[in-house]
């Protein structure tokens, strides 16, 4: 009977060990991944123009949640973005179903130069942190993306989308920007913007998930005035989702 007692006892202390050691190591696991997590968004948008364009105006979409919160709309207030030209106003514009970003300047572009163009890129960019974990799984439902959304479909994923590992889902939709200035018809404009959200934490290493999403204008010739057609594209669940649950 002692012998079977000391048997007995031995089991349970190999399983207190055990179920001890697997406890701890979920703690330390889930402690790593909270002290060390951290979220961001990075707004950028790039307009390139060969020619003059005069008296611009543009409307760009800003990234927001379905519920329309931005999180680049305090950077922005705050004229907190890098690359904005001296002339250049930048305003946030509501328009009771979004918030869209007015781009004034009396002037975008240069002259040709000895019988060339010159062409003129500026690139503004916003990065902010995110106080909540993104959902970068599914942005378009619960994160911040350029909006409308209108004729979203599932499409295969860019060439340059093989680079990202995870288990990743592509769509494309439609959207639109507005563009108001004058020019040559030589003149062209192109205009493209994006947003990314990441998550990015370390373990025993470091690792992330994301998305990003862009939007295209085909380039415009001549002078504009009024909505343009946009493409968006999205390419969610970049990365890792192997995490603790928060």
Not at 122 to 141: G, K, M
Not at 157 to 180: E, K, R
Not at 197 to 208: C, D, L, M
Not at 219 to 246: C, F, K, M, R
Request: proline share 6%; aromatic share 8%.
């Amino acid at each position: 009977m002692d012998k079977v007692i000391k048997v007995a006892l031995g089991l349970f202390i190999v399983i207190l060990v055990v179920f001890v050691s697997i406890v701890s190591y979920m703690i330390y696991v889930d402690t790593m991944y909270r002290d060390s997590l951290s979220s961001n968004y990075e707004y950028s948008c790039t307009i390139s123009t060969e020619g003059v364009l005069s008296n611009v105006t543009l409307f760009l979409p800003v990234p927001a949640d379905i519920q329309g919160n931005s999180p680049v709309i305090a950077q922005i207030s705050s004229q907190d973005i890098s690359g904005v030209p001296a002339n250049w106003n930048l305003t946030l514009f509501d328009t009771g179903k979004g918030t869209l970003l007015q781009v004034a300047a009396p002037v975008i572009g240069q002259s040709p130069a000895n019988g060339n163009a010159q062409p003129v890129t500026v690139s503004l960019t916003v990065n902010v942190s995110s106080p909540a974990l993104i959902d970068t799984a599914s942005p378009v439902a619960h994160a911040a993306v350029f909006r409308p959304v209108q004729n979203i479909q599932t499409v295969s994923c860019p060439a340059d989308a093989a680079a990202f590992a995870g288990n990743l889902s592509c769509y494309q939709y439609q959207t639109s920007i507005y563009a108001d200035y004058t020019a040559a018809p030589t003149a062209s404009l192109a205009i493209s913007a994006g947003v990314t959200g990441t998550n990015s934490w370390k373990i025993f290493s470091p690792a992330s998930n994301g998305y990003r999403n862009t939007i295209s204008v085909p380039t415009l010739h001549g002078e504009n005035h009024g909505w343009v057609n946009a493409v968006g594209g999205i390419v969610a669940g970049i990365g890792s989702y192997d995490v603790p649950s928060i």
